[in-house]
């Protein structure tokens, strides 16, 4: 179960994150990148798999600075495609073009629905997992996930039973995609590297897991499944993380806020 709280992504200065071990628990199934948003927080070595909608809900359309593109003239530059062509009942983004870019936007876009605070509450979590998920691997993944996201795994996160925050307290969990690149492709499956940063911890007075940020990429290994791209199976690895800057670092109550206040974005390659 997830060890002490702090970034595996950050260098060994910081603390050790719960949300690795969170994917240990779960096995090699299947996973998500949501439960790398909970779980690469552990520790500094074993694979994860899996980090809800945005904590904040995005409709804006952001352009995911992907790379391996293969219309794009640069791997940074947006391919100028419609990322999608609307949204499941969930919230998450759907109807992504059937080629390598539009599975590129939906890497982006899971990995940013399976990083939230939804994960954490069962009946959201149920949803996203279906609405991301090949239908012939969602099953044994729900049951996965139902056990790592319980017990010791949230009492490290210093949440309570039911996956909310304490009283007096904002529960962050947040996965922003930096890029994305194709890895391996086929008509009806493609392998999707994402690059993401990310943010967890619990933001007000007296919290004892202050919210922190990690750097790690997750793969996606997507199947063209009715008509959308489906996750079929995800790990993910540390960093690459950037040297860390001279912010200073903001106060819980500014934290809180932010995420209460800057919402989301639809992600496009």
Not at 83 to 109: C, E, L, M, R, Y
Not at 209 to 218: E, K
């Amino acid at each position: 179960m997830p060890e002490g709280h702090g970034s595996a992504h950050a260098g060994a200065g910081r603390r050790g994150q719960p949300r690795r071990a969170l994917v240990t628990v779960v096995g090699v199934i299947v996973l998500l990148i949501a439960a790398i948003a909970f779980a690469n927080r552990g520790g500094h070595d074993s694979p994860s798999t899996a980090s809800g909608a945005p904590s904040g809900t995005g409709t804006g359309t952001g352009t995911g600075t992907g790379s391996g593109a293969h219309s794009a003239p640069s791997t940074t530059a947006p391919s100028g495609e419609r990322p999608v062509t609307g949204k499941s009942a969930t919230g998450i983004p759907s109807g992504f073009a059937h080629d390598p870019q539009g599975a590129q936007s939906a890497a982006a876009n899971y990995a940013v629905a399976l990083g939230g605070v939804d994960m954490f509450n069962t009946a959201r979590r149920h949803e996203i997992v279906a609405a991301v998920h090949d239908p012939a691997v969602t099953p044994r993944l729900q049951s996965a996930l139902d056990q790592a996201y319980s017990g010791d795994a949230l009492k490290s996160l210093g949440l309570n039973a039911d996956g909310t925050a304490p009283g007096g307290l904002t529960f962050v969990s947040r996965t922003v995609p930096v890029g994305t690149k194709v890895t391996a492709e086929a008509a009806d499956a493609v392998t999707v590297e994402v690059w993401c940063t990310d943010l967890v911890g619990l933001a007000g007075q007296g919290s004892t897991n202050p919210v922190s940020s990690a750097w790690f990429t997750t793969t996606e290994k997507l199947v063209w499944v009715e008509g959308d791209w489906k996750i079929e199976s995800s790990s993910q690895k540390d960093g690459p993380a950037p040297v860390g800057g001279d912010d200073r670092a903001a106060t819980a109550d500014e934290i809180a806020g932010a995420v209460r206040d800057y919402g989301g974005f639809t992600y496009a390659r």
